[in-house]
């Protein structure tokens, strides 16, 4: 197999890109926050020092500004803020990294961790079901079709609605699985530990499973209907070879490149579902850290406020990036040593 | 066009959906929709009541609002209101609220269907008033019906004042019949009166005594509007940019091409969300606010990458047809073949994903309303109160279930609908898109 330099370069340039625009929108950010602290920061002036505001006020007048206008320019200053959009992203990303490093509560190598293993976990799982069951309805047209069906369905249901109903019959009514968290309190230990966490997990994989295992069905099954039609399967098969070694040794291998395009696909949607579902779940996994970046309150007479950390918030983008495109990396790999054309 | 029994069946379904949502839109007040996010509006509906429809699982006392029967002139300033409400429920209702006062002297007396007439208030009012938070008719209550159930002073912390004014006998039986309250004040209008039960509207109540009826339907009209709109950007946006970077190979179209891989590459969630914080405004204790507009624009720019690239990928193939190529050497421009023969097919192309898309949106709408930035109420925000608020582990299944319900209501609608398009007819990319 040669190594394939250009789909490699083509997704590293990609990589940078979506780099480059997660650093655009972390410094139009940085110009939002600096510009609400000079808002908050002139109304508590206003009430707390008079003096100072009032002078702030009389140098606002001369320059023919207002006060917040004012204010906010001397505050970039301060702060050493660049005025391009780019620059400042960089200086918010260097700033969170420092700030994440001091925040001791977040554990962001394990929360990456237990993404990676609960989504490949399912990936694995769906992948298994969908080979097993995909091969076997390839010729059953009516039963294909509905599961095409359950695929567009489930299509237009959002995971986390799939998650609630597991959650109240599973674990709410018939109280078989814990409802959320990674493990019980107090941990047990050794083996108990990691069947507690399987049982902790039963849930979130499931309902991963559940909304995304159609399509990859009907994937299947729709390519080996192609297979069986192909010159040399015919022959095979008249030859009296047995089917399993058709399956294995043909069919598998020639789906597997439509399969992992398909996955590479598939895998952004699933990471999207999955950081609700993290949150959803509480499993302390990337989701969650996502969701306590941003923290939604309703306040009455007020209504919905939302404050924003961006420290956890843009280091989490970046790592979901990464991810992504590692994913995507290993992906073109599979499909190359599958298919030496790829290369 | 003509129609196969599975896509009949998702037209009726989706007539039946839209015929669900104009009901629906009829059947709630504007004011009620406006005040949705306001608490204080719902003070005088019952908190956490269920839904009336209950009522036939067990017994539950509904919330009734009370019109006047009879209203006649005392005097030269006052006037009497009289109400009447028929009790048959073998528990009491939760309260009795006096709503919209207009400010002056009132007498308000409740005759039990027994005789026993209760003086409940008689002084100024200059706000809505009720039985159980209001001391002075708590304690004329008590105080007229203390020798009749034998109350001992320590009952006034027990016993609530609807338990004392409905009890029938010492046992705290309740007593069924017609209850009149009357109302005499130099008012100009009659006040409303609610007796509250224990259940109210369609989905019940909330714990700030919201109807989440109201609810469910202002966040499914934002929703469906969001969802209906973006779609349409992506699929106008998908076919403009995908048909031109196809048929026009050139640098230009490469570099297309390269920043729709760019858009499929984004992690959607996390942009979304931060963009749309950036757009939004929100001043010091405000609540956040965000341009409906501009974000469907954000989410269709966001989402059109894949789209547009399927779009991409049939112009190429239509380019290549024989037919096109004569067209071209006869002299035929671009915009001429684009327009006249990979128009058609592309289009119907579209018109077969937005099948897909619209439920797709609806749902990753609800999906990302789960981080509180996605504009006005919508299905997602109208759970994560449902979460908030403990619908899930208090089982209030019909809370949790009615978006979702919907939701899987119109996905099956168009699924039917969409069942045509094969797999064999589009190819794999159609199904990447």
Known sequence: MKFPYKTVARLFGIYICVLIIITTTAGLANGKLVKMEAEQDVITLQFRNPAFYELLRENATKENKTVVQYYHEKLVEAKGLNTNVFIRGIQLLKQSWDELKMAKNVRLGRAVLITLGVLLFSLLLILCISITVGMKIATKSSFLNFIESLARFFNGIPSWWIAVLFVFIFAIKYNIFPASGLMSMPPEDGFGLALDILKHLILPIATIVSVFVWEFIAIVARETQKEFEEVYIITEIAKGVPNAVIYWKHILKNIGITLSSFTAQKFGEMLTDYLVLDAFFSLQGLGLLLKNSFVREVIPNVGVVVSFRPYLFFPLTIIIATLFFGISLVIELIKGTLDPRVT | ?433
Not at chain 2, 185 to 201: S, T
Not at chain 2, 319 to 344: C, D, F, N, Q, T
Request: charged share 20%.
């Open chain 2, 1 to 433: 066009m003509k129609l196969n029994r599975h896509q009949k069946a998702g037209v009726v379904i989706l007539i039946l959906f839209v015929a669900f949502v104009l009901f629906s839109e009829l059947s709630v007040s504007k004011t009620e929709i406006n005040n949705w996010e306001n608490p204080l509006y719902w003070n005088k509906y019952p908190k956490k009541a269920n839904p009336v429809w209950f009522s036939i699982f067990r017994e539950q006392v509904p919330t009734t609002v009370l019109s006047p029967s009879e209203a006649s002139k005392v005097g030269e300033e006052y006037y009497l209101f009289t109400y009447v409400y028929v009790h048959r429920y073998s528990r009491p209702p939760n309260n009795i609220v006096f709503d919209r006062i207009d400010p002056g002297y009132y007498i308000i007396e409740i005759t039990r269907p027994d005789g026993i007439k209760i003086r409940i208030y008689d002084d100024e009012l200059k706000e809505g008033v009720n039985l159980n938070t209001e001391p002075k008719m708590s304690m004329q209550i008590f105080s007229a019906m203390r020798e009749q159930l034998n109350l001992k002073e320590e009952d006034r912390a027990i016993l609530t004042p609807m338990k004392i004014l409905f009890a029938k006998d010492v046992n705290f039986a309740t007593l069924e019949g017609a209850y009149k309250i009357e109302v005499l004040c130099n008012c100009d209008k009659p006040p409303q009166v609610i007796v509250q039960g224990e259940a109210y509207g369609l989905l019940g109540t909330d714990n700030y005594g919201r109807d989440i009826w109201v609810g469910f339907v202002k966040s499914m009209r934002n929703t469906l509007y969001l969802a209906l709109v973006t779609s349409v950007i992506i699929v106008v946006l998908g076919v403009l940019i995908g048909s031109i970077s196809g048929y026009f190979d050139n640098e230009l179209s490469k570099v297309v091409t390269f920043l729709l891989e760019v858009l499929t590459a984004l992690p959607v969630l996390p942009i979304l969300i931060v963009i749309t914080w950036v757009i939004s405004t929100q001043g010091m204790g405000e609540k956040v606010s965000v341009p409906p507009l501009k974000f469907m624009l954000l989410l269709a720019f966001l989402l059109m990458g894949k789209f547009a690239k399927t779009i991409r990928t049939i112009t190429i193939k239509e380019k290549a047809k024989e037919y096109i190529m004569v067209e071209v050497s006869l002299g035929a421009s671009g915009v001429y073949i684009l327009r006249r023969h990979i128009g058609p097919v592309i289009l119907e192309h579209a018109l077969r994903h937005f099948t897909f898309l619209m439920p797709r949106i609806v749902a990753l709408i609800s999906l990302f309303g789960f981080f509180g930035m996605i504009p006005g109420t919508n299905w997602g925000s109208f759970m994560i109160e449902a979460m908030e608020q403990g619908a899930l582990y208090g089982s209030k299944w019909w809370w949790i279930l009615s978006p979702g319900a919907a939701m899987a209501f119109l996905s099956l609608g168009f699924t039917l609908l969409a069942l045509s398009p094969s797999y064999e007819e589009e190819g794999i990319e159609a199904w990447l898109s």
